[in-house]
């Protein structure tokens, strides 16, 4: 029950991790990484109003296209 800008958000700061086979082509997700301790934080903090977790002091950041 999130928004698939909040996904990419968390794709792009490396909390959930996902890849594409090629550019432009939709982004392929474990089910395991939807029950990883982070990405469940991170849709806590969401539905209860907070701010969208903050990236990870030393950790690169991928653009998003």
């Known amino acids: 029950a999130v928004s698939h800008t909040f996904v990419k ?3 792009r700061r490396g ?3 996902a ?3 090629v ?3 939709p982004w392929v ?3 395991k990484a939807l029950e990883s301790a982070a990405v469940k934080a991170a849709i ?3 539905h209860k109003g907070k ?3 903050p990236t990870i002091a030393g950790q690169s950041e991928l ?3």
């Open 9 to 11: 958000g968390l794709i």
């Open 15 to 17: 909390v959930l991790p």
């Open 19 to 21: 890849r594409q086979v």
């Open 23 to 25: 550019e432009c082509a």
């Open 29 to 31: 997700i474990e089910e």
């Open 44 to 46: 806590q903090r969401v």
């Open 51 to 53: 701010k969208f977790p």
């Open 63 to 65: 653009p998003l296209k």
